[in-house]
């Protein structure tokens, strides 16, 4: 089961729809909502009305409790005070039961959730140091907590030395022995240091957690605070826009239409003869014919699709192109990938394909490693991240039973990425019309803590109907990501 957990959306229309599109292609069992739903942003009753059909589960925030009559104002600073009753005002009676109908805790398996502390849920207090983090082990005895409030990403773990340790919010595996606290941020008011909305997933087949952040229109967010008559002063991650870093490249030009004659277009042709223009656009459509082939040839090379090769190396060879396969004998034991060549020219990868959404913004390159393989490079040079997908070539699968499958390989991401990185060990139909159907998928998401990543199958979802099968890694990220020599082979 793939749990994706919110907090702090307070009602921040355009980070929430970035979010929630985000999840609906990362493809979650459930959505889990950790409190705030309302509070400081332009749009409560859009939100709450989105919230209310999307997400699984909720728990009451402060915000969402001082709403529904449920929390002393009082204890709230003055601007604060000033939004309430501004969101107040904007919420139905209807809006104001749901929320306070909401619990203050969710329980789930092998996990809990608050949205401030799980000492006293109630009183809403942060967890966001050691010694406070400290205090909610006793509390419950689940081995992972999921909390918000802070607005800001935080890991602490525990393990049998009994101390405490704050950690940088990074993906990882649970750990026997260990005990987890998660607060994935903000996703409507983040105050991390940057304006992007922050969630997280817990895949609990997997047994991993992994953070996202995703942008969201600051444009679109900033008009809607003007339009509610709102100071967007008031909203601080307004100013952290990234754009603001960009240099202009040119100087600001007035594209407006004219308003006068002296705008208007000076020395132009007001009228042509038509037989004149048949002329022309048959000499036009003939040059525009060659353009175009040109043209898609030349897309088709900066898409990325490189073509298979045959291996210089002893062992199964892969097939010719229009069969895009090779069969395994059934005494193989080694690795089922082709291997990572040492050199690449940047544009085709032997044994594998690929695409990047935006070729103009990715490259790649090879890396020789002798302790790990060959090691790939794929590096986004892009203020928006890139999507990327790298298929291995099917392997026709000889077997009489079962048969399970192990991934190992390492990945790193060194400073400055950000985004997802995600293994798919896809079980395939015979080919159709050179196509091969995909009749079940296993993912992957790591990374852990740890660089190393080691996935086994479930053999009890092995497809009868499978003939091949594939390993597909996919991304969408900035910066640079590095996976070393992936293997496949079969399970012990």
């Keep these: ?87 107040r ?137 003007r339009a509610a008559g709102l100071n967007e002063a008031d909203t601080g991650f307004l100013a952290l826009d990234p754009r603001r870093r960009l240099a202009a490249v040119r100087e600001e030009i007035d594209f407006a239409p004219a308003r006068n004659e002296a705008e208007q277009a000076q020395g132009v042709t007001l009228v042509s003869e038509l037989t004149r223009l048949s002329r022309t656009a048959r000499r036009w459509k003939q040059v525009a014919a060659a353009t175009a ?51 690449t020219d940047g544009r085709s990868l032997p044994g594998w394909r690929f695409r990047f959404d935006r070729p103009d913004a990715a490259t790649f390159a090879i890396q020789p490693d002798e302790n790990v393989g060959n090691i790939l490079s794929i590096h986004v040079t892009n203020a928006t991240p890139a999507t990327i997908r790298l298929e291995s070539a099917p392997v026709r699968v000889q077997r009489s039973g079962p048969v399970r499958f192990t991934l190992r390989t390492r990945l790193e991401r060194p400073q400055g990425f950000s985004g997802f990185v995600r293994f798919a060990v896809e079980q395939l139909g015979a080919a159709e019309a050179g196509v091969y159907p995909v009749l079940m998928r296993e993912t992957k998401e790591p990374p852990p803590i740890s660089p190393l990543i080691r996935f086994t199958t479930d053999a009890s979802k092995i497809v009868p109907a499978a003939r091949f099968v594939r390993l597909v890694i996919e991304s969408e990220h900035n910066g640079t990501v590095s996976i070393s020599q992936p293997s496949l082979t079969p399970a012990e």
């Design 293 to 343: 082939v040109v043209s898609l040839i030349s897309i088709a090379t900066a898409l990325g699709f490189s073509l298979l090769r045959p291996p210089t190396v002893d062992g199964p060879m892969w097939l010719p192109q229009e069969e895009l396969a090779y069969t395994l004998p059934a005494s193989a034991t080694g690795n089922w990938l082709p291997p990572f060549p040492a050199t």
């Design 89 to 225: 005002s904007r919420l139905s009676g209807k809006a104001a039961t749901f929320l306070g109908n909401q619990p203050l805790t969710l329980s789930g398996p092998g996990f809990r959730c608050t949205h401030g502390d799980f000492t006293n849920p109630a009183a809403f207090n942060y967890i966001d140091n050691s010694d406070s983090a400290a205090e909610n082990w006793p509390a419950v005895d689940d081995p992972l907590l999921f909390c918000g409030h802070t607005h800001v990403p935080a890991l602490f773990v525990i393990g049998d030395s009994g101390t405490t340790h704050p950690l940088k919010p990074q993906d990882f595996e649970l750990e026997p022995g260990k005990r987890y606290i998660v607060n994935p941020g903000s996703t409507g008011n983040p105050r991390s240091g940057d304006a992007q909305a922050s969630y997280c997933i817990y895949d609990s087949d997997a047994g991993s957690v992994c953070w996202y952040t995703v942008p969201f229109d600051l444009d679109a967010c900033r008009s809607a605070i």
């Design 1 to 87: 089961m793939r749990y994706a957990f919110v907090s702090d959306i307070h009602a921040n229309l355009q980070a929430w729809n970035a979010v929630l599109t985000a999840i609906a292609i990362q493809r979650v069992d459930r959505i889990l909502c950790l409190g705030d739903i309302v509070g400081y942003g332009p749009n409560p009753s859009e939100v709450l009305s989105s919230l209310y059909r999307h997400v699984d589960g909720f728990c009451m925030g402060n915000h969402d409790a001082v709403v529904c009559g449920k929390l002393d104002p009082q204890r709230f600073n003055d601007h604060a005070r000033q939004m309430i009753e501004w969101t």
